[in-house]
Every structure is written in structure tokens, then in C-alpha cells.
């Protein structure tokens, strides 16, 4: 599928500040300013914290996930990794007065949703091992899928093995170490969505709407603006018109304003903003 080098290159622009911003859960490693973890992010007990946020992951709600890791981890040291041989009632008192799930049914599974994935940890073994053991990532996160209690053994998308994945990214020398990470379809968030129907639409053909064809048509588009790393593309487009308190949309917040954006003079959101301004 081929696209305009210009809308390419404006994507590209669009891209480049979310470098800036990495998820939460990333700038808590040796390192960062907000360092908690005293591991690095590449080791085994680093991408089981990851693996363990992966599993509370809710789009839109990334923080939230990253902060009930970071309080487990703050209350509980290493112990974090043992939850599944810690009592269900002794890991309940341990969670109170971190952040809540959206609802009570949600709440109600962190604590079995985290256990799950601690004996996961014990399966797998090194989750470093665990990476390299395959070409194909479409099988670790099927394995994901069906090991890990709540993370989509019946979805179709399997958005939150591949939201793990996604997170490993930031590990350094990703691309070297992880060949199989340039085949890999990356996550599809409602972000996405709203990108392709807003810039894309009337360049793709309508059978890209079908689910099973959504995460292959970004990652192509991936490789189109970041050959070696489609990755990147994730997190700008799965920030397009998300809602966020401070500046209404997420995109907006990293763009600084609408005014500034590559994308400016074709997005309708824009096109609302700077006319309210005037």
C-alpha cells in the first residue's frame, strides 16, 4: 500500500516528541529520575515488572497500572514476584489504598490476575530466555494469552501480550537483540482508529477495517516511517484525540498545541481548536 511521501514525513514529525514522553512505568528503572526499581529494565526481574503491569493494562489507563506495580513493589520489595505464593488475603491488604480499577468486578481480579502472572515467572523461567525462544512473537503472546488469567486467551487482538511486548521496546539495543521484533504486529488502540479514519481512510481499502487486518496494516505503516524500529509508531498513534484532563486530548499535551503539530492542516480536531481561539 503506498502512501504520500509528504503525509509520511508529517507523520514522521508527529512522532518525534513522544521519544520524550515514555510510558510511567519506564521511567521508574536505575537511571531515571523517578527511579523505584534498582534493577535494570532489561534484566529478568525488570520485564516481570513490566509483564506484571502488562497485565493490568486498560487503554487510557496506563498510569493507573504503573502505579498499583510501583506501590506493590514499594510495600513489598522482591516479594513482588512471589504473589503467588504469598496468601490471597495478605496480598488484598497489601493493594488497599492503591489506585482503584474502574469498577468493582475489576478491582475484584487484580489480585488473581497477579498471581496468575507470578506463576507464569516460575513457568517461563528467564523471560529473557523466554523472548529469544521463538521467531515468531505471535506465539509468545498466544502463550501469554492462554497462561495469564485475564489477558484476552479469547481475544482476537491479544492487546495486552503485545502491549508487553511493546513496553520491552525501551530496553537498549532492542532492535539488535530482538530481530523478530521488525515482523511483529504491534498493539491497536482506539487511538489508531481515529488516526486512520481521519488521515488514512480514503487511502486504504475498506477490508482494513476488519479486525484480524488492523494490526498488520499499522505495522506495515510502521515499517513505512520507521524502517528499522515500526514500534515507534505505537504510542503516537494510540495517543491521537485520547482524552486527557489537562489539555482535552493526549496528543495535544505532547504537540505542546494543535498549532505546532505537523499534522495541523489535516486533522478536524486541530481545525476546532485554533477556530475556538480565534
Same mark, same amino acid.
Given at each position: 500500500? !503506498?502512501f ?7 507523520? #514522521?514529525?508527529y ?6 514522553h515514555?510510558?510511567?512505568i519506564?521511567? #521508574?528503572f536505575?537511571?531515571?529520575k523517578?527511579s523505584?526499581?534498582p534493577?535494570?529494565?532489561d534484566?529478568d526481574?525488570?520485564?516481570?515488572i513490566?509483564l ?5 493494562y ?15 513493589y514499594s #510495600?513489598m520489595?522482591n516479594?513482588?514476584?512471589?504473589l503467588?505464593r504469598?496468601?490471597?488475603?495478605k496480598? /488484598?491488604a ?11 468486578e475489576e ?9 496468575? !502472572?507470578c506463576?507464569?515467572?516460575?513457568k517461563?523461567?528467564s523471560?529473557q530466555?523466554?523472548?529469544v525462544?521463538t521467531k515468531?512473537?505471535?506465539r /509468545?503472546t ?9 489477558m484476552?486467551?479469547?481475544s482476537k487482538? #491479544?492487546i495486552k501480550?503485545?502491549y508487553f ?6 530496553q537498549?539495543?532492542f532492535s !539488535?537483540r ?6 511483529f504486529a504491534?498493539?491497536v ?5 481515529r488516526?486512520r479514519?481521519?488521515?488514512l ?5 475498506r477490508?482494513?477495517?476488519?479486525p484480524e487486518m488492523?494490526a498488520n496494516?499499522?505495522t506495515?505503516?510502521g515499517?513505512?516511517?520507521?524502517s528499522?524500529?515500526p514500534?515507534?509508531?505505537f ?8 482524552p486527557e ?7 495535544r499535551?505532547v /504537540?505542546k498545541?494543535c498549532d505546532?503539530c505537523p499534522? !495541523? ?5 486541530a ?8
Amino acid at each position: 500500500m !503506498v502512501f504520500p511521501k509528504s503525509l509520511l514525513d508529517n507523520i #514522521r514529525l508527529y512522532a518525534e516528541p513522544f521519544t520524550h514522553h515514555p510510558p510511567s512505568i519506564i521511567t #521508574r528503572f536505575s537511571g531515571d529520575k523517578d527511579s523505584l526499581f534498582p534493577f535494570e529494565m532489561d534484566s529478568d526481574r525488570g520485564l516481570g515488572i513490566l509483564l506484571l503491569c502488562a497485565a493490568l493494562y486498560r487503554p487510557g489507563a496506563e498510569t493507573r497500572a504503573a502505579n498499583i506495580i510501583a506501590g506493590l513493589y514499594s #510495600r513489598m520489595g522482591n516479594d513482588i514476584f512471589k504473589l503467588n505464593r504469598i496468601p490471597f488475603e495478605k496480598l /488484598q491488604a497489601e493493594l488497599a489504598g492503591l489506585p482503584l480499577a474502574p469498577d468493582m468486578e475489576e478491582q475484584k481480579r487484580i489480585p488473581g490476575i497477579l498471581r496468575s !502472572v507470578c506463576d507464569f515467572f516460575y513457568k517461563a523461567g528467564s523471560l529473557q530466555k523466554w523472548m529469544v525462544s521463538t521467531k515468531d512473537w505471535e506465539r /509468545q503472546t498466544s502463550e501469554l494469552s492462554a497462561e495469564i488469567f485475564w489477558m484476552g486467551k479469547h481475544s482476537k487482538s #491479544r492487546i495486552k501480550s503485545r502491549y508487553f511486548l511493546w513496553l520491552t521496546s525501551f530496553q537498549a539495543d532492542f532492535s !539488535v537483540r530482538f530481530p523478530q521484533a521488525l515482523q511483529f504486529a504491534w498493539p491497536v488502540g482506539e487511538g489508531h482508529l481515529r488516526f486512520r479514519r481521519n488521515f488514512l481512510a480514503s487511502r486504504t481499502h475498506r477490508s482494513a477495517s476488519a479486525p484480524e487486518m488492523q494490526a498488520n496494516f499499522f505495522t506495515n505503516l510502521g515499517r513505512e516511517i520507521f524502517s528499522e524500529e515500526p514500534w515507534k509508531l505505537f504510542q503516537p498513534l494510540d495517543a491521537y484525540l485520547r482524552p486527557e484532563k489537562e489539555h482535552e486530548y493526549l496528543c495535544r499535551k505532547v /504537540q505542546k498545541n494543535c498549532d505546532s503539530c505537523p499534522l !495541523v492542516k489535516s486533522c478536524p480536531a486541530a481545525k476546532y481548536f485554533i477556530a475556538s481561539k480565534s
